[in-house]
């Protein structure tokens, strides 16, 4: 299917009597001050029923079961008929841009579901998405239950997609560049700043210089880019059940789809699922296509580094270790621990 036509509309003023009409005496979208503010209000599906309603009438969807999805950036809603709603605030506008490009080449192009992009239009100033809903739960949600052998298998699944993924063509996603070298300079300028606005621990923020300073030389330079999602967290894997097992079958939000370095997608579901387990790393990753005899301590190192380097790194939120902020006393050790690797 070819990728819909984006369109700016005027909204059409509905008849006092359509029951779904937003009223007219008042703004289609509410008012806030500033990303905090948006933040604060992004899952309130009252403050944006009027937005809503208005996108629905314009594209002939159902606004029965309208229901707003509490997890995420923008603000997503979902109804009765199986199709979502998307609404990025004008500031997030480059999200927009990455979604609705992303979305058209992953569908049906990798070895998971992802949403099919049914519209792509503005109101008022605020870009939009229609797209499918998918089947499935968050691996968020199921990761728990799951016993050690269908851990392994998830892990080694992700491992199938990416790899798939990162195969695409990136002809014509340049504006999504994010511009790696330069990109990486300026995380290394601000990571010291940044973990300690996150809350990591002082003794290892104050190692940060040197640890990045060894891991310069293993850092990718110079690379020809692949599509990244930056997204392969268990939020935004999607699980469905056949009899007694769970399996990977779906991915969702692509607002952080950009091209870069192959490494830095790894990072999701290495500290998030894989954290502390050499079986699990060792499944994704030999999945992903590195061969055993690459699972050293330099790939640890760069990984590591990558992930202190990351543009939303929050190790106290991201790495799923029990304990682990008291329990390390240099980030050499907490790298051992995440990747368990031999020499």
Not at 190 to 213: A, D, I, K, N, T
Not at 272 to 277: E, R, W
Request: charged share 20%; aromatic share 8%; glycine share 8%.
């Amino acid at each position: 299917m070819a990728a819909p036509a984006r369109a700016r509309y005027g909204l059409r003023r509905p008849m006092p009597s359509d029951p779904g009409a937003p009223p007219d005496d008042r703004s289609l979208f509410p008012s806030f001050d500033g990303p905090a503010g948006f933040d604060r209000i992004r899952a309130d599906l009252e403050a944006f029923r009027p937005a809503v309603l208005a996108v629905c009438q314009r594209h002939g969807l159902a606004t029965s079961g309208l229901s707003a999805f509490a997890h995420g950036t923008n603000v997503v809603v979902s109804n009765d008929a199986g199709q979502i709603i998307k609404l990025f605030p004008p500031f997030l506008r480059h999200q927009f841009e990455a979604e609705r490009l992303s979305l058209a080449r992953f569908h049906g192009e990798v070895p998971a579901t992802t949403p099919e992009l049914l519209q792509e239009a503005e109101l008022d100033g605020w870009p939009y998405l229609v797209m499918s809903r998918l089947p499935g739960r968050p691996l968020e949600e199921v990761w728990p239950a799951l016993g050690d052998a269908e851990r392994v298998e998830a892990l080694a699944r992700i491992g199938e997609i990416m790899r798939a993924a990162h195969a695409l063509s990136t002809e014509g996603l340049e504006s999504i560049d994010l511009g790696w070298d330069a990109f990486v300079e300026h995380q290394i300028a601000g990571c010291e700043g940044r973990h300690r606005r996150m809350g990591l621990p002082g003794h290892l923020v104050s190692q940060l210089p040197s640890y990045l300073e060894s891991a310069r030389p293993l850092l990718p330079r110079s690379v020809v880019p692949v599509l990244l999602t930056g997204e392969y967290t268990p939020e935004n894997l999607l699980a469905t059940r056949t009899g007694e097992r769970w399996s990977v079958t779906g991915m969702i939000d692509f607002a952080d789809a950009c091209l870069g370095p192959r490494e830095y997608d790894l990072l999701g579901p290495c500290l998030f699922l894989a954290a502390g387990s050499a079986d699990l790393q060792r499944a994704f990753l030999c999945s992903y296509g590195y061969p055993t005899t690459d699972l050293t301590p330099a790939l640890s190192r760069k990984l590591m580094a990558l992930s202190l380097l990351h543009r939303y790194s929050n190790l106290r939120f991201q790495l799923r270790m029990d304990g682990w902020e008291s329990q390390v006393s240099s980030l050499t050790e907490l790298e051992q621990r995440i990747w368990p690797f031999s020499a």
